[in-house]
């Protein structure tokens, strides 16, 4: 059984900086694709980044290129959003999410209903 779990959120002041971590289990994630989405309070899910585990092809919403980066660790099955000049706006629950393939444009990875396996979110509140 998959699991996800975030960490690393928290309360920052616009400019500053924050690392999630998603902590993957359960099985080989050699085959996945992993993403990062978020959801302020009255708006709908949004993509942010996703990195293909197999090459690290990465791509990100253009709200948060250059500002963001995801990453992750073969050995400690961890994916990483390293988030740097935060804005007010970036202000969400992040969530990590991961499904079992890696051959689609990016497009279809930046859909939601895509993906098979959810981590519970952890909340992202930046002060102006």
């Known amino acids: 059984q998959v699991q996800l779990v975030e960490s690393g959120g928290g309360l920052v002041q616009a400019g500053g900086s924050l690392r999630l971590s998603c902590a993957a289990s359960g099985r080989s994630f050699s085959t996945y694709t992993m993403g990062w989405f978020r959801q302020a309070p009255g708006k709908e899910r949004e993509f942010v980044a996703a990195?293909?585990?197999?090459?690290?092809?990465?791509f990100y919403a253009d709200s948060v290129k250059g500002r963001f980066t995801i990453s992750r660790d073969y050995v400690q099955n961890t994916v990483y959003l390293q988030m740097n000049s935060l804005k007010p706006e970036d202000t969400a629950v992040y969530s990590c999410a991961a499904v079992d393939n890696q051959y689609y444009t990016d497009t279809y990875y930046k859909q939601p209903a895509n993906y098979n396996y959810w981590g519970h979110g952890t909340q992202v509140t930046v002060s102006s």
């Open positions: 990195i293909k585990w197999s090459g690290g092809y990465t």
